[in-house]
């Protein structure tokens, strides 16, 4: 059986996204790309991660995610789920964490793994501290 194939296209990070009836997606709050907080420690209510991959495979496919504070390796949220794809083409992979801690500025990476690919796909943004 051959290896399924995934391409990252890209990742939006945001407070949320949304489907309406009609199917289309609806981005809120997206952050470009950095993040500017108020005060460490600061807990975000939500923090959604919306990925778009491609599939040359179809199927469902299991990942494993993590989101870690990349100066000193800390994990500060973890995912495991199942993302189908129908037909090879684009499929969509929406994570959102809930009460999510940040305990301090610096550079943070988004690593999502499929079981059946060796590529991990990693996206990197920054947190900072807003200068008042």
Not at 68 to 91: C, D, N, R
Not at 97 to 125: A, H, M, R, W
Request: neutral net charge.
């Amino acid at each position: 059986m051959a290896q399924p194939t995934f391409n990252h296209k890209y990742t939006l990070v945001c407070d949320d996204v949304r489907r309406e009836d009609n199917g289309k997606l609806i981005i809120i709050g997206l952050f470009t790309p950095d993040i500017v907080v108020p005060q460490i420690p600061f807990v975000f209510p939500m923090l959604t991660v919306f990925q778009v991959i491609e599939s040359t495979r179809v199927g469902q496919f299991q990942f494993r995610s993590s989101l870690e504070l990349l100066e000193t390796g800390t994990k500060i949220a973890q995912a495991i789920g199942m993302v189908e794809s129908k037909q090879p083409g684009i499929l969509l992979n929406i994570l959102r964490l809930g009460n999510l801690k940040i305990q301090s500025p610096g550079t943070y990476t988004f690593t999502t793994e499929f079981d059946q690919s060796g590529e991990p796909i990693v996206y990197s943004f920054q947190v900072n501290l807003r200068q008042t």
